[in-house]
Nanobody, 126 residues
Framework: VQLVESGGGSVQAGGSLRLSCEAS????????MGWFRQGPGKEREGVAT???????TTADSVKARFTISKDSAKATLYLQMNSLKPDDTAMYYC?????????????????????WGQGTQVTVSS
């Protein structure tokens, strides 16, 4: 599986961005997809995951502002990010893993399971 993220960029605090992750290659139907991020000087953390049924889990720190979604027909994962804060500055990665149910955000992030993209940079200025 190859994953290509796009949609990152520089934005002022309070702005919005929509990240996309296009998946190519074979994707087993029992898949989990997720967004992760790593800010400067920080550990990688899980942002949100979504399973084959569309059930999502979102980190408390972004739950009110970020929304994960997917278009299975296009094999594309999205992350709508609103009300961005400077703390959201990070490299954002998407990942996919052939399993059900999805791992927890922490377990998946720390373990690095499955396939990962190269990332897209998001920079939020105050």
């Amino acid at each position: 599986v190859q994953l290509v993220e796009s949609g990152g960029g520089s934005v002022q605090a309070g702005g919005s961005l929509r990240l996309s992750c296009e998946a190519s290659g074979y994707i087993h139907r029992r898949n989990c997809m997720g967004w992760f991020r790593q800010g400067p000087g920080k550990e990688r953390e899980g942002v949100a995951t979504i399973d084959r049924f569309g059930l999502s889990t979102t980190a408390d720190s972004v739950k009110a502002r970020f929304t994960i979604s997917k278009d299975s027909a296009k094999a594309t994962l999205y992350l709508q990010m609103n009300s961005l804060k400077p703390d959201d500055t990070a490299m954002y990665y998407c990942a996919v893993e052939d399993r059900y149910p999805c791992r927890s955000l922490t377990t998946w992030s720390e373990g690095g399971f499955g396939d990962w993209g190269q990332g897209t940079q998001v920079t939020v200025s105050s």
